[in-house]
């Protein structure tokens, strides 16, 4: 790391600690009384000190994760996932100093990593995640930087492009644990039939098996757990939507829970793969 960021990153390390302990005297004070009209002003100017501190560290840029994450902390979900009004104050406060524990989180491995530049692009500049537990090598690099480019498109809140990346990275890793068991074993496996008719045996092509085929006799052979059922509907049918040359085909509506719960998904997965993690 360049040493003239390091005052910086420990100046504001410092202002979102001393953030982080007025935002739990007011989360206990209004957790005691709601309606504390003293507590309600120090919380709204409390608020607006974390506003100024989280565009400054995201560079002005709204699609940035830490200012998204600012914003739908000021958010209450339905049950069906809709954005709703009336949040109690404390629980605002709660989630904000969530958000300021998460840029701590941060900004700390930004000191402690040589080689990010800079807390807006520290995303893009981390450490891939390890993918050791892919059996083919020439892989690995792939869904590497595959990782990282999904990440950086759903800080960027491009849905489509972040679900679509997290699948294809899911159903790589998946075919490679196939693959790797080869056809004969996962037959003895048990896994359905109808996957692993005597034809597909062999022509030995899993990569012809459908994404969800792939998935459920990954399942079956017990290679992964149950984590794929939360897939969304519109995952399922990623490729579909996108052409040979790799453009995208008629658009799926890809919202922010989609695409954030194919990543965790994935996550699911790769520690199922890799149960070391």
Not at 73 to 85: K, N
Request: net charge negative; glycine share 8%; aromatic share 4%.
């Amino acid at each position: 790391m360049d040493e003239s960021l390091r005052p910086q990153i420990e100046t504001y390390l410092s202002h979102l600690d001393g953030l982080i302990q007025r935002g739990r005297q007011l989360r206990d004070t209004l957790a005691a009384d709601p309606s504390n009209p003293s507590a309600i002003a120090a919380t709204r100017a409390w608020q607006e000190d974390c506003g100024v501190t989280v565009n400054q560290l995201s560079g002005g840029s709204k699609a940035h994760w830490l200012a998204r994450s600012f914003s739908a902390a000021f958010l209450m979900r339905s049950a069906d996932g809709r954005a709703v009004d009336g949040a109690a104050p404390a629980e605002i406060v709660k989630r904000l100093i969530d958000v300021l524990e998460q840029a701590v989180a941060t900004l700390s491995r930004m000191g402690d990593d040589p080689g990010v530049t800079g807390y807006s692009s520290a995303s893009s500049q981390a450490p891939p995640r390890r993918f050791e537990f892919v059996h083919n090598p020439e892989l690995r690099p792939v869904v590497e930087q595959a990782y990282i480019d999904s990440r950086r498109a759903l800080e960027q809140a491009d849905y489509d492009l972040a679900l679509r990346t997290a699948c294809g990275i899911l159903e790589a890793i998946v075919t490679d644990a196939l693959e790797h068991k080869g056809l004969a074993a996962l037959a003895a496996s048990g896994a359905p039939a109808g996957n692993i008719a005597a034809g597909k045996i062999a022509a030995g092509k899993i990569a012809d098996w459908s994404f969800d085929t792939r998935l459920a006799v990954a399942e079956r052979a017990g290679l992964i757990r149950g984590g794929c059922a939360r897939l969304p509907a519109v995952a399922r049918t990623y490729r579909d939507h996108t052409d040979a040359e790799g453009d995208s085909g008629p658009k799926a509506t890809v919202s922010e829970r989609d695409a954030r719960r194919a990543g965790q998904v994935l996550h699911v997965v790769m520690r199922d793969l890799d149960p070391g993690r």
